[in-house]
T-cell receptor, first 116, second 112 residues
Framework: KAGVTQTPRYLIKTRGQQVTLSCSPISGHRSVSWYQQTPGQGLQFLFEYFSETQRNKGNFPGRFSGRQFSNSRSEMNVSTLELGDSALYLC???????????????FGPGTRLTVL | EDKVVQSPLSLVVHEGDTVTLNCSYEVTNFRSLLWYKQEKKAPTFLFMLTSSGIEKKSGRLSSILDKKELFSILNITATQTGDSAIYLCAVEAVRGAQKLVFGQGTRLTINP
């Protein structure tokens, strides 16, 4: 089975621009979670989607948004970019659905976003 | 607020040594604790622990969870240079949603 894929792998933007990152989960996985990783804050949860619905959201401003498509692929969007948004953005997929026991999340390689 | 704390933050040992990494947590609605290894980019899954006292093993790595004292340890025996990485501990803290709360990570360096 192919793993979690993310595109693009690297991105350079300037302040004020917007960006869209894409994540394709492992085949059969319906849950996609997004995380931001920075040297100062570590890995922080952004949001999670299951069956095209956002199930949970972390403590990030409204500039960070996401969506999930019917094939479980997910995108996240960051508008009005700030220097502090420079980070590695990781997505993770899992099988877990409502009522299921805990299920392992498998991570993609990440998208390295640099904001100048 | 849910919190996961790892120690030490950094560790340098010689090849062949045994290391123990610690992870303590304070979360509501604990579901599971996971260990990941991160070398360059994607964290790769090591273990998921849900029950106290049951050791999980994979080769030279093992891990155990204590739900009463709210901590877990990750042991690596006979370390090799390829074990050099950041080891991340995460707790799943919300029922029905795949949200992980991560610790800061332990940067492990194995010198030959």
């Amino acid at each position: 089975k192919a793993g979690v894929t993310q595109t693009p792998r690297y991105l350079i933007k300037t302040r004020g621009q917007q960006v869209t990152l894409s994540c394709s989960p492992i085949s059969g996985h319906r849950s996609v979670s997004w995380y931001q990783q920075t040297p100062g804050q570590g890995l922080q949860f952004l949001f999670e989607y299951f069956s095209e619905t956002q199930r949970n959201k972390g403590n990030f401003p409204g500039r960070f948004s996401g969506r999930q498509f019917s094939n479980s692929r997910s995108e996240m969007n960051v508008s009005t970019l700030e220097l502090g948004d420079s980070a590695l953005y990781l997505c993770a997929s899992s099988l877990a659905g409502p009522g299921l026991a805990s299920d392992t999340q498998y991570f993609g390689p990440g998208t390295r976003l640099t904001v100048l | 607020e849910d919190k996961v704390v790892q120690s030490p933050l950094s560790l340098v040992v010689h090849e062949g040594d045994t290391v123990t990494l610690n992870c303590s947590y304070e979360v509501t609605n604990f579901r599971s604790l996971l260990w990941y290894k991160q070398e360059k980019k994607a964290p790769t899954f090591l273990f998921m622990l849900t029950s106290s006292g049951i050791e999980k093993k994979s080769g030279r790595l093992s891990s155990i969870l204590d739900k009463k004292e709210l901590f877990s340890i990750l042991n690596i025996t006979a370390t090799q240079t390829g074990d050099s990485a950041i080891y991340l501990c995460a707790v799943e803290a919300v029922r029905g949603a795949q949200k992980l709360v991560f610790g800061q990570g332990t940067r492990l360096t194995i010198n030959p």
